[in-house]
């Protein structure tokens, strides 16, 4: 058995989300911050609730949502044009800075997809904006079956568009609550490691107050304990093409 | 149609949950606001994602394996007797000072539950360490269900057990994925609004440092944005038996 398919989760993974704090520390000074991580915190809390209550709505609209929730929270609003500019930042967030990189490594010996909870429309648009639909054989949303990341409904399309089973695909993430459900579904799990358990506790126990990003890396950047491991973890993206060549000899061993 | 059941959230509703802080502040000084609120975001991200990936663990084991995640972002550890204090502090946690008097009013007209992600256990010692037991007609645990709430398999429980259908129920709580859930499951719905959209701004905007304790009141306190709101929003457990009351004659109307 060999790894035929790298599948990557994109909000996080491929993409750096917290690149929309420029954006919303322009419409909202002072605030940035704070805007950017209670949106995400409760953008992610929204898809769970929602495929919980069996109650779906696509990614755009957890987004704009969670949004509106965040603004309220200060008492601001914003008129449409900026609150549909703040969304939008959402399409053009960056890739980190080795993503290209990684993914032309891989291509030769691989197929390459993104899976994320983003709908058809945003994900579209952030593969093109960023360049990378160019390395990509398909950009999969879990809005073919109406339910968010860890429900494994979400993991079902990679099978049928890339023709692998679940054994067969590396899938790379650095959301803890991602890699749980990958896991959980099957897949050969990669997770990349962005903030080591060493750099949270110097920021957590250096005496300057906790805000609102050292909180957020404290809930979402460390291995979780949900008892589905990954398989091997990596620091960055470029590390991927060794870790995969290890996984894919140990899967033909 | 009458309002036959009031049916009330444990943790946040009828108990104090951040009454835990001062056992974890006696054990870690000067963590106990960092820990208590982590655990808590945690102890909850983990029902949603276990439900979600139908990987079902009692409360417990999710209580356990959330404050392990907390203690583990510090680099502290607990030995066993320790841990274990700190995990029983869930099952002493404080009624909210109005609770008994609010379920001894409503008790000569309505039957009185907790519908409660807690496990048996957990509930069963915390009903009785607080007296509150001699109000209740049953004591629920959506563990006979294996999901937590906001899955609809959460609620249905109650039905059978009080032998009421869903719009005979008055559901009481404090927390915004359990309102949207009862009130998409079927249930009428009170919020009790601890924390009013005008405080929250103040200490947002008031120019202190957003520590873990606001954010998690900003993340968990304000009306969601789901699209299930609640019949009725009362500021306090006495308050109840009127707003029963008004949501009784309207279903009679």
Same mark, same amino acid.
């Not at 950017?36 to 995400?40: H, K, L």
């Not at 993503?99 to 490594?105: M, V, W």
């Not at 896991?183 to 990669?190: A, D, H, L, M, N």
């Not at 990349?192 to 805000?211: F, M, N, S, Y």
């Given at each position: 058995?060999?790894i035929r398919?790298?599948v990557?989760d994109?909000?996080?993974t *491929?993409?750096?989300?917290q690149s929309v704090? +420029?954006v919303?520390?322009?419409?909202?000074p002072? !605030?940035g911050d704070?805007i950017? %991580?209670?949106? @995400?915190l409760?953008q992610?809390?929204y898809?769970w609730?929602r495929?919980?209550?069996?109650?779906?709505?696509?990614? *755009? #609209?957890?987004?704009?949502?969670?949004?509106?929730?965040?603004l309220?929270?200060?008492g601001l609003?914003a008129?449409?044009a900026l609150?549909?500019? /703040?969304?939008?930042?959402y399409n053009?967030v960056?890739?980190?800075?080795d #993503?290209?990189?990684?993914?032309?490594?891989l291509?030769?010996?691989?197929r390459?997809? /993104?899976?994320?909870n983003?709908?058809?429309?945003?994900?579209d648009?952030?593969? @093109?904006?960023?360049?990378l639909?160019?390395?990509?054989d398909?950009? /999969?949303s879990v809005?073919?079956?109406?339910?968010y990341?860890?429900?494994r409904?979400a993991?079902?399309p990679?099978? !049928?568009?890339l023709?692998c089973?679940p054994?067969?695909?590396?899938f790379?993430?650095?959301?803890?609550?991602d890699?749980a +459900?990958a896991?959980?579904? +099957?897949?050969?799990?990669?997770r990349?490691?962005?903030?080591?358990?060493?750099?949270?506790? =110097?920021?957590?126990?250096?005496?300057?107050?906790?805000?609102p990003?050292?909180?957020?890396?404290a *809930?979402?950047? %460390?291995?979780e304990r949900?008892?589905?491991?990954? !398989? =091997?973890?990596?620091?960055?993206?470029?590390? *991927?093409p060794?870790?995969v +060549?290890r996984?894919?000899?140990a899967?033909?061993?």
């Open positions: 058995m060999t398919a790298v990557f994109a909000y996080g *491929l993409y750096d989300v704090a +420029g919303i520390e322009a419409a909202f002072g !605030h704070y950017t %991580q209670v949106w @995400r409760k992610l809390e898809s609730l495929s919980l209550m069996d109650r779906y709505e696509d990614f *755009l #609209a957890v987004t704009r949502d969670s949004l509106n929730y965040t309220g929270t200060l609003a008129d449409a609150f549909g500019r /703040i969304v939008e930042a053009t960056s890739p980190y800075p #993503a290209a990189a990684a993914l032309e490594a291509k030769p010996n691989h390459l997809a /993104i899976l994320s983003g709908s058809p429309a945003m994900l648009a952030l593969v @093109r904006n960023s360049g639909d160019r390395y990509l398909a950009v /999969i809005d073919a079956r109406k339910a990341k860890p429900d409904r993991y079902e990679v099978e !049928h568009r023709g089973r054994e067969e695909v590396a790379v993430s650095s959301n803890g609550f890699i +459900g896991r959980s579904f +099957g897949f050969k799990v990669i990349i490691e962005r903030v080591t358990p060493a750099a949270l506790r =110097a920021d957590l126990t250096g005496g300057a107050p906790i805000g990003g050292t909180l957020s890396r *809930l979402r950047t %460390q291995s949900l008892g589905f491991d990954p !398989h =091997a973890v990596v620091n960055a993206l470029s590390a *991927l060794e870790a +060549g996984l894919d000899s899967a033909q061993a």
